[in-house]
Protein backbone atom coordinates (compact mmCIF):
# COMPACT_ATOMS: atom_id res chain seq x y z
CA UNK A 1 0.00 0.00 0.00
CA UNK A 2 1.28 3.42 -1.06
CA UNK A 3 0.50 5.95 1.65
CA UNK A 4 0.05 9.29 -0.03
CA UNK A 5 -0.12 12.63 1.71
CA UNK A 6 -2.04 15.22 -0.55
CA UNK A 7 -1.32 18.98 -0.02
CA UNK A 8 -3.10 20.99 -2.57
CA UNK A 9 -4.37 24.80 -3.35
CA UNK A 10 -7.93 24.33 -3.58
CA UNK A 11 -11.17 22.23 -1.96
CA UNK A 12 -12.58 20.85 -5.60
CA UNK A 13 -8.80 20.08 -6.31
CA UNK A 14 -8.09 18.46 -3.26
CA UNK A 15 -11.05 16.23 -2.75
CA UNK A 16 -11.45 15.45 -6.49
CA UNK A 17 -7.89 14.17 -7.03
CA UNK A 18 -8.46 12.24 -2.90
CA UNK A 19 -11.96 10.74 -4.72
CA UNK A 20 -9.58 9.33 -7.83
CA UNK A 21 -6.89 7.56 -5.94
CA UNK A 22 -9.26 6.33 -3.51
CA UNK A 23 -10.43 4.06 -6.36
CA UNK A 24 -6.64 2.49 -6.70
CA UNK A 25 -6.10 -0.50 -4.36
CA UNK A 26 -2.97 0.15 -3.95
CA UNK A 27 -2.87 3.50 -2.91
CA UNK A 28 -3.83 5.12 0.71
CA UNK A 29 -4.36 8.73 1.05
CA UNK A 30 -3.39 9.52 4.83
CA UNK A 31 -3.93 13.41 4.85
CA UNK A 32 -5.31 15.95 2.94
CA UNK A 33 -4.15 19.27 3.53
CA UNK A 34 -4.34 22.77 1.98
CA UNK A 35 -1.31 24.81 3.48
CA UNK A 36 1.62 24.30 2.96
CA UNK A 37 3.17 25.32 6.51
CA UNK A 38 0.94 22.16 7.94
CA UNK A 39 2.90 19.43 5.67
CA UNK A 40 6.03 19.32 7.66
CA UNK A 41 4.29 18.02 10.50
CA UNK A 42 1.94 16.05 8.68
CA UNK A 43 4.79 14.28 6.96
CA UNK A 44 6.43 13.30 10.25
CA UNK A 45 3.39 11.91 11.90
CA UNK A 46 1.85 10.26 8.91
CA UNK A 47 5.20 9.46 7.28
CA UNK A 48 3.81 9.03 3.47
CA UNK A 49 5.55 6.98 1.34
CA UNK A 50 4.91 9.84 -1.28
CA UNK A 51 3.50 13.86 -0.87
CA UNK A 52 1.52 15.01 -4.05
CA UNK A 53 1.62 18.52 -3.75
CA UNK A 54 0.86 21.94 -5.51
CA UNK A 55 4.38 23.65 -6.07
CA UNK A 56 2.83 26.78 -4.33
CA UNK A 57 2.18 24.93 -1.30
CA UNK A 58 5.54 23.57 -1.02
CA UNK A 59 7.87 25.65 -2.24
CA UNK A 60 10.12 26.60 1.05
CA UNK A 61 9.53 22.85 2.37
CA UNK A 62 11.23 20.77 -0.75
CA UNK A 63 14.43 21.29 0.02
CA UNK A 64 14.98 20.20 3.78
CA UNK A 65 12.00 19.98 5.57
CA UNK A 66 10.40 16.96 4.24
CA UNK A 67 12.96 14.37 5.27
CA UNK A 68 13.84 12.07 2.07
CA UNK A 69 10.37 11.67 1.62
CA UNK A 70 9.41 11.88 -2.67
CA UNK A 71 7.45 14.37 -3.53
CA UNK A 72 5.32 15.10 -6.95
CA UNK A 73 5.19 18.56 -7.23
CA UNK A 74 2.42 19.99 -9.84
CA UNK A 75 3.00 23.05 -11.02
CA UNK A 76 1.74 25.24 -13.48
CA UNK A 77 3.99 25.67 -16.57
CA UNK A 78 4.54 29.38 -16.13
CA UNK A 79 5.34 28.69 -12.68
CA UNK A 80 8.61 26.04 -14.20
CA UNK A 81 11.78 28.29 -13.68
CA UNK A 82 11.03 28.52 -9.79
CA UNK A 83 12.10 24.34 -10.02
CA UNK A 84 15.91 25.05 -10.88
CA UNK A 85 16.67 25.01 -7.50
CA UNK A 86 14.82 21.76 -6.71
CA UNK A 87 16.10 19.44 -9.94
CA UNK A 88 18.78 17.52 -7.22
CA UNK A 89 20.21 13.71 -7.97
CA UNK A 90 19.97 13.60 -4.13
CA UNK A 91 16.38 13.47 -3.73
CA UNK A 92 13.41 12.23 -5.34
CA UNK A 93 11.42 14.78 -6.98
CA UNK A 94 8.55 14.56 -9.48
CA UNK A 95 7.47 17.00 -11.50
CA UNK A 96 4.26 17.25 -13.36
CA UNK A 97 1.93 19.84 -14.91
CA UNK A 98 -0.75 20.96 -12.69
CA UNK A 99 -2.84 20.38 -15.08
CA UNK A 100 -1.79 16.40 -16.21
CA UNK A 101 -4.50 13.58 -16.95
CA UNK A 102 -5.41 12.05 -13.51
CA UNK A 103 -4.48 8.81 -14.20
CA UNK A 104 -0.66 9.93 -14.75
CA UNK A 105 -0.32 11.38 -11.43
CA UNK A 106 -1.85 7.98 -10.25
CA UNK A 107 1.45 6.41 -12.21
CA UNK A 108 3.46 9.70 -11.03
CA UNK A 109 2.33 8.46 -7.32
CA UNK A 110 3.89 4.61 -7.97
CA UNK A 111 6.40 5.31 -9.58
CA UNK A 112 8.05 7.49 -6.86
CA UNK A 113 7.07 4.96 -4.52
CA UNK A 114 9.60 2.75 -6.63
CA UNK A 115 11.83 5.69 -6.49
CA UNK A 116 11.72 6.02 -10.46
CA UNK A 117 11.82 9.28 -12.04
CA UNK A 118 8.95 11.35 -12.84
CA UNK A 119 9.14 14.64 -15.38
CA UNK A 120 7.57 16.57 -17.95
CA UNK A 121 9.95 17.16 -19.84
CA UNK A 122 8.38 20.21 -21.11
CA UNK A 123 8.58 21.50 -17.41
CA UNK A 124 11.96 20.39 -16.90
CA UNK A 125 13.03 22.98 -20.31
CA UNK A 126 11.07 25.75 -18.75
CA UNK A 127 12.85 25.35 -15.85
CA UNK A 128 16.18 25.02 -17.57
CA UNK A 129 16.17 28.06 -19.99
CA UNK A 130 13.84 30.48 -17.89
CA UNK A 131 14.90 33.84 -19.93
CA UNK A 132 13.62 36.97 -18.69
CA UNK A 133 9.90 36.98 -20.29
CA UNK A 134 9.38 40.63 -19.68
CA UNK A 135 9.92 43.76 -21.95
CA UNK A 136 12.05 46.97 -21.28
CA UNK A 137 9.14 48.92 -20.19
CA UNK A 138 8.03 46.08 -18.23
CA UNK A 139 10.70 46.11 -16.67
CA UNK A 140 10.61 49.65 -15.38
CA UNK A 141 6.78 49.47 -14.81
CA UNK A 142 7.95 46.17 -11.91
CA UNK A 143 10.60 47.65 -10.93
CA UNK A 144 8.89 51.39 -9.66
CA UNK A 145 5.95 49.06 -8.37
CA UNK A 146 8.52 46.90 -6.50
CA UNK A 147 9.83 50.18 -4.35
CA UNK A 148 6.34 51.16 -3.52
CA UNK A 149 5.67 53.40 -5.89
CA UNK A 150 1.55 53.29 -6.29
CA UNK A 151 0.55 53.45 -10.17
CA UNK A 152 -0.06 56.98 -10.66
CA UNK A 153 3.58 57.49 -9.67
CA UNK A 154 4.87 54.94 -12.37
CA UNK A 155 2.56 56.87 -14.35
CA UNK A 156 3.92 60.34 -13.25
CA UNK A 157 7.50 58.90 -13.68
CA UNK A 158 7.41 56.56 -17.05
CA UNK A 159 5.25 59.27 -18.67
CA UNK A 160 2.19 57.10 -19.24
CA UNK A 161 -1.04 56.73 -18.27
CA UNK A 162 -2.33 55.33 -15.24
CA UNK A 163 -4.53 52.56 -17.95
CA UNK A 164 -1.28 52.03 -19.26
CA UNK A 165 0.67 50.97 -16.17
CA UNK A 166 -2.42 48.86 -14.99
CA UNK A 167 -2.45 46.93 -18.22
CA UNK A 168 1.65 46.51 -18.14
CA UNK A 169 0.85 45.26 -14.42
CA UNK A 170 -1.90 42.99 -16.03
CA UNK A 171 0.54 41.36 -18.72
CA UNK A 172 3.61 40.83 -16.38
CA UNK A 173 1.17 39.02 -13.84
CA UNK A 174 0.44 37.21 -16.40
CA UNK A 175 3.78 36.66 -18.26
CA UNK A 176 5.52 35.93 -14.67
CA UNK A 177 2.41 33.45 -13.48
CA UNK A 178 1.44 36.00 -10.69
CA UNK A 179 -2.28 36.22 -9.24
CA UNK A 180 -1.27 39.68 -7.71
CA UNK A 181 1.11 42.48 -8.49
CA UNK A 182 3.04 41.39 -4.80
CA UNK A 183 3.22 38.03 -6.51
CA UNK A 184 4.60 39.35 -9.43
CA UNK A 185 7.03 41.40 -7.73
CA UNK A 186 8.64 38.31 -5.73
CA UNK A 187 8.37 35.83 -9.10
CA UNK A 188 10.23 38.67 -10.72
CA UNK A 189 12.44 39.58 -8.36
CA UNK A 190 13.40 35.60 -7.68
CA UNK A 191 13.99 34.75 -11.15
CA UNK A 192 16.67 37.73 -11.32
CA UNK A 193 14.21 39.45 -13.66
CA UNK A 194 13.76 42.84 -11.77
Known amino acids: MIRTLLALDGA ?3 GALSFVLAAEEDIHV ?10 PAAVRTQRPDVVVADLDLVEEEVPGRLGLCPVLMLVHPQRARRLRGMLSPSRTVGILRNDAAP ?3 VDGIRRLARREPVLDADLVVAALHSDNPLSDRERQVLTLTAAGAPVAEVAATLGLTRGTVRNHLGRIARKVGARTRVEAV ?3 GEAGWI
Do not use: N, S, Y
Not at 30 to 39: Q, S
Open 12 to 14: LVL
Open 30 to 39: VAELDRGDAV
Open 103 to 105: QRV
Open 186 to 188: RLA
